[in-house]
């Protein structure tokens, strides 16, 4: 089995910043991809970040030049580090990871239970 859990999130004022962090583990044999989503209240889940393996990341665009994704390979941790928060990134966020298992074959999509995050105005 494998696990996906958040850390992290709380209320923070706007302008404030917020670490969050993942931890995977179980029964991984290698992670190719982990990534941060996030969902508003009557609205559709949504790519925050995402970071390969060899380090290659990608931000929506809303969340460039605030956010930071990192990933520590040995831990099978991504941390977002969030800064200048506003009160639209008010939302439940999620991290997920595309992962390989040991003793079986392809890649999984495995999602955390996420954290909630609520910005101030």
């Known amino acids: 089995q494998v696990q996906l859990v958040e850390s992290g999130g709380g209320l923070v004022q706007a302008g404030g910043s917020l670490r969050l962090a993942c931890a995977a583990s179980g029964s991984i044999l290698s992670i190719n991809t982990m990534g941060w989503y996030r969902q508003a209240p009557g609205k559709q889940r949504e790519l925050v970040a995402r970071i390969t393996s060899e380090g290659r990341t990608n931000y929506a665009d809303s969340v460039k030049g605030r956010f930071t994704i990192s990933m520590d390979n040995v831990k099978n941790t991504v941390f977002l580090q969030m800064d200048s928060l506003k009160p639209e990134d008010t939302a439940v966020y999620y991290c997920?990871?595309?992962?390989?298992?040991?003793?079986?074959?392809?890649?999984?999509?495995?999602w955390g239970q996420g954290t909630q995050v609520t910005v101030s105005s």
């Open positions: 997920n990871a595309v992962l390989l298992r040991v003793g079986l074959t392809g890649s999984y999509l495995w």
